[in-house]
């Protein structure tokens, strides 16, 4: 395993759409930002838009991941969203600790639930979620990923999650998004060392679904957002919500849970599209209800 430090390089930011926050002196700060891909913008990329400081979660950044979250999850056109970042060489290096070396007990207690509005909100999309890492993510940048149904990397990223080194523990979801992807001695490792790793180990570990050459994550990402894209809305949500309540359950109540995805699915217009479609020797138009 290898520790890195993370380059202080930013990238040029680029235009706002949606979320803003404001900086220290009030004026107008496009934190992230929201495109939309295709002919009908069925992909929607969520873009970490704070490059001067490796997108650091700030309180205002936080807000604004809270907000974009929320206007996707509510908007049915979306078939898949693209979690990536403009910097070049970080995805997200966690918490402002700058930020939080300012803030008093009370300030952190009022702060914790904007924070967990951030990392819940891209945990808690309907749809599918692709995270696409270029550089570093540590602590909160790899929790945000984590919160995604899929992580794609590329050979040049780093990731971990060093809470402990610092005197707390990974709070965006970590201790169990990681421990449920990798295993509990698998994720107790990581976490208790507070190792920083390469994609490549990453991968082996299984934090990481695929790696790909350095600078192709956001490409890579998109091309297989595209393709989930393809498929029925409402079969994606459907797949997705009885994947993630039948997780930890045992069995029995897991086929259940199925079965009433599969009834919310099985009378909707998207099977009776497909089916017609697939008799047609056609391409779907989904009607996503």
Same mark, same amino acid.
């Given at each position: 395993?290898? /520790?890195?430090?993370?380059?202080?390089?930013?990238?040029?930011?680029?235009?706002?759409?949606?979320?803003?926050?404001?900086?220290?002196?009030?004026?107008?700060?496009?934190?992230?930002?929201?495109?939309?891909?295709?002919?009908?913008?069925?992909?929607?990329? +969520?873009?970490?838009?704070?490059?001067?400081?490796?997108?650091?979660?700030?309180?205002?950044?936080? #807000?604004?991941?809270? &907000?974009?979250?929320? &206007?996707?999850?509510?908007?049915?056109? =979306?078939?898949? =969203?693209?979690?990536?970042?403009?910097?070049?060489?970080?995805?997200?290096?966690? &918490?402002?600790?700058?930020?939080? /070396?300012?803030?008093?007990?009370?300030?952190?207690?009022?702060?914790?639930?904007?924070?967990?509005?951030?990392? *819940?909100?891209?945990?808690?999309?309907?749809?599918?979620?692709?995270?696409?890492?270029?550089?570093?993510?540590?602590? *909160?940048?790899?929790?945000?990923? +984590?919160?995604?149904?899929?992580?794609?990397?590329?050979?040049?990223?780093?990731?971990?999650?060093? #809470? =402990?080194?610092?005197? =707390?523990?990974?709070?965006?979801?970590?201790?169990?998004?990681?421990?449920?992807?990798?295993?509990?001695?698998?994720?107790?490792?990581?976490?208790?060392?507070?190792?920083?790793?390469?994609a490549t180990e990453a991968a082996a570990f299984g934090v990481i679904d695929e790696v790909v050459p350095a600078g192709t994550a956001r490409e890579r990402a998109l091309a297989l957002a595209t393709q989930i894209a393809a498929n029925s809305p409402v079969g994606l949500r459907?797949?997705?919500?009885?994947?993630?309540?039948?997780?930890?359950?045992?069995?029995?109540?897991?086929?259940?849970? #199925?079965?009433?995805?599969?009834? &919310?699915?099985?009378?909707?217009?998207?099977?009776?599209?497909?089916?017609?479609?697939?008799?047609?020797?056609?391409?779907?138009?989904?009607?996503?209800?």
């Amino acid at each position: 395993m290898t /520790n890195s430090a993370a380059s202080t390089e930013t990238a040029p930011s680029t235009d706002p759409t949606e979320a803003q926050a404001t900086t220290a002196d009030d004026s107008p700060r496009p934190l992230v930002r929201i495109e939309r891909h295709g002919a009908e913008g069925h992909v929607a990329e +969520l873009v970490l838009d704070r490059p001067e400081a490796m997108n650091a979660v700030s309180t205002a950044m936080a #807000e604004a991941i809270g &907000a974009a979250t929320a &206007a996707l999850a509510a908007d049915p056109s =979306v078939r898949c =969203v693209v979690l990536t970042s403009s910097h070049q060489k970080a995805f997200c290096v966690g &918490a402002d600790l700058k930020e939080r /070396n300012t803030m008093t007990d009370a300030d952190l207690m009022a702060q914790r639930p904007v924070a967990r509005a951030a990392y *819940g909100g891209v945990l808690a999309l309907p749809m599918p979620a692709v995270a696409a890492i270029d550089g570093f993510a540590f602590g *909160g940048g790899l929790e945000l990923a +984590l919160s995604c149904d899929l992580v794609v990397a590329g050979d040049g990223a780093v990731v971990g999650l060093p #809470e =402990v080194s610092v005197g =707390v523990i990974p709070g965006g979801g970590g201790t169990q998004l990681l421990a449920r992807r990798i295993g509990w001695s698998r994720a107790a490792r990581l976490i208790f060392t507070a190792v920083k790793i390469p994609a490549t180990e990453a991968a082996a570990f299984g934090v990481i679904d695929e790696v790909v050459p350095a600078g192709t994550a956001r490409e890579r990402a998109l091309a297989l957002a595209t393709q989930i894209a393809a498929n029925s809305p409402v079969g994606l949500r459907s797949a997705k919500r009885a994947m993630r309540l039948g997780l930890d359950v045992d069995l029995a109540s897991g086929l259940e849970i #199925e079965d009433a995805c599969w009834r &919310a699915t099985a009378f909707s217009g998207d099977r009776a599209e497909g089916v017609a479609a697939f008799a047609e020797k056609r391409a779907p138009r989904w009607p996503g209800r």
